[in-house]
Nanobody, 117 residues
Framework: QVQLVESGGGLVQAGGSLRLSCVASGRAFGSNVMGWFRQAPGKEREFGARINRSGGITAYVDSVKGRFTISRENGKNTVYLQMNSLKSEDTAVYYC??????????WGQGTRVTVSS
């Protein structure tokens, strides 16, 4: 089992920045691919970014490329999502997930991000 707790959400003006954190406990953090997903009001949850076990390979949904950066510190059991140049369409609940590229096994409770225009 892996427990995930997100933090760092809040209200920010368009063009601003936020950094989300996700702390994992339980099974070895380093054995999991980590990801960030988001769910906007009235929409389905969508993939945002993921990072491989060592942190050397990342992938992003097109809408956040160049603005968001995912990173991880295995020694701190933490994955981050640095979000810059935020837009109103980034407003969503952001979820941390752990697992593999094809099977996300564990999910956090989410942290809300609201971008005001």
């Amino acid at each position: 089992q892996v427990q995930l707790v997100e933090s760092g959400g809040g209200l920010v003006q368009a063009g601003g920045s936020l950094r989300l954190s996700c702390v994992a406990s339980g099974r070895a953090f380093g054995s999991n691919v980590m990801g960030w997903f988001r769910q906007a009001p009235g929409k389905e949850r969508e993939f945002g970014a993921r990072i491989n076990r060592s942190g050397g390979i990342t992938a992003y949904v097109d809408s956040v490329k160049g603005r968001f950066t995912i990173s991880r510190e295995n020694g701190k059991n933490t994955v981050y999502l640095q979000m810059n140049s935020l837009k109103s369409e980034d407003t969503a609940v952001y979820y941390c997930a752990a697992g593999s590229f094809t099977n996300w096994l564990y999910w956090g409770q989410g942290t809300r991000v609201t971008v005001s225009s």
